[in-house]
């Protein structure tokens, strides 16, 4: 396998709850099978500063999970969004007390006062709901919740070394369609990511970015660009990764980004293992990648580039759609201009 590494690269079944501001709300509501969801809703002003205007974790209370829920709780923090926790329970043995503590963390991280109300969640601009489903498949659940609910990011724990998302299951038919347009960032088995647990500090200073001809990359850069600023992270680096020459790699806008700088890697051979390679040759924080419009989450239950990827470990990957979303948000690229 060959490297080459260059600087300047760039040339209904769920309803919605409505409950006044700083207010909170533990309900049971029926479903198509007479089973029901429970949640527990914190609200806010509507409105979002990011771009990012829901977050969903799907958690199954694990030690990965807590992991993806910091993330989570991260991105909806810094775009003042809503964020939905949400837990699976067959058997209807989970509780809200299992949920993460989003307000302890919120104190520990120095967000929020030690011993602050819960009303003091929404001052910081947070919406913030826990729903347990009490339904006997996971995968549907989760599908029928991203069809009936508006989300913009979901952050999802694979938690086994083949980038399985393990309790949502190994399969899924295909009658369930590739309608989604989320972006959904992983956060594989055994890794820390990049935020940090005590103090919810961030740190990024390594982004790779595959470049292929299909679909195209501009989407996942634009994303990334933005990604850093939202985080404010003050240097670092992308780096731009092709399998093959330099007559091959498509060209992309590289915004312009203070502190941080834009490289080329161009390397031959399998694509997984030089994508594998190129993230831990830069010990990469982040790879970002745009996909063809499947639906991720669904690819990470069936098998897919991203978790043959993913497998490997070696950085929290976020995914970001090509088509039909990357048309809606086109306008937003002028800011890097």
């Not at 809503?82 to 809200?96: K, Y």
């Not at 929020?112 to 913030?128: E, K, N, T, Y």
């Not at 780096?239 to 941080?260: F, N, R």
């Amino acid at each position: 396998m060959l490297a080459t590494r260059t600087q300047d690269a760039c040339a209904p079944y769920l309803s919605v709850l409505t409950v006044s501001a700083n207010r909170s709300a533990s309900l049971k509501w029926p479903t198509a099978r007479g089973r029901s969801l429970r949640r527990d809703s914190t609200m806010t002003q509507p409105d979002s500063t990011g771009i990012i205007d829901t977050v969903l974790h799907p958690t199954d209370f694990s030690e990965g999970s807590l992991v993806a829920f910091h993330h989570a709780l991260k991105a909806a923090l810094l775009a003042k969004s809503r964020l939905t926790l949400l837990n699976v329970s067959p058997n209807g043995e989970s509780h809200m007390a299992d949920f993460p503590a989003v307000r302890e963390t919120l104190e520990r991280w120095g967000e929020l006062p030690p011993g602050s109300p819960r009303s003091a969640v929404a001052q910081l601009g947070l919406r913030v709901e826990k729903v347990i489903a009490d339904r006997d498949d996971p995968v549907k659940t989760v599908l029928g919740f991203l069809h009936h609910q508006r989300v913009d990011l979901i952050v999802l724990a694979t938690s086994d070394h083949n980038g399985r998302v393990r309790w949502l299951g190994k399969s899924v038919s295909q009658p369930i369609a590739r309608t989604s347009w989320q972006m959904t960032l992983f956060i594989p088995a055994n890794s820390k990511g990049f935020v940090s647990p005590e103090d919810g500090s961030v740190s990024v200073k390594r982004i790779v970015i595959p470049i292929a001809k299909n679909p195209t990359a501009q989407p996942a850069v634009n994303a990334a660009a933005r990604l850093v600023q939202q985080l404010a992270s003050p240097q670092g680096e992308f780096c731009l990764m092709h399998v093959g020459d330099s007559s091959s790699m498509p060209a992309v806008h590289c915004p312009d980004v203070e502190g941080w700088t834009w490289s080329k890697e161009l390397r031959s051979g399998d694509v997984i293992q030089s994508m594998v390679g190129a993230a831990k040759d830069a010990q990469a924080d982040l790879i970002v990648m745009s996909t063809d419009g499947r639906n991720e989450f669904l690819d990470s239950l069936r098998g897919s580039h991203s978790e043959r990827v993913l497998g490997h470990g070696v950085a929290p990957m976020l995914t970001v759609p090509v088509g039909a979303l990357a048309a809606i948000k086109e306008g937003e690229n002028d800011q890097f201009d």
